[in-house]
């Protein structure tokens, strides 16, 4: 996950290295998808104005595999 201040937006990515087919953008929020229809990476835009900067802050998870 990735903040860019310059251009106010947050990245999510999903699958790194794998090429983006076809994007769509639903209410200022960029999905990008492969050839497979796999969500490469979700792009948040104008960030700032959708959440506070507390819970940017706070962010902390783990990815569990099964």
Known sequence: ???????????????????VAESVEIDGIVF?????RRIVSIEILDVS????????????FAVTRE
């Open 32 to 36: 990008d998808y492969d050839t497979d």
């Open 49 to 60: 104005k959708r959440i506070t900067r507390s819970p940017l802050d706070q962010v902390d």
């Open 1 to 19: 996950m990735e903040y860019d201040p310059k251009h106010d937006l947050m990245n999510i990515e999903f699958l790194s290295g794998v090429g």
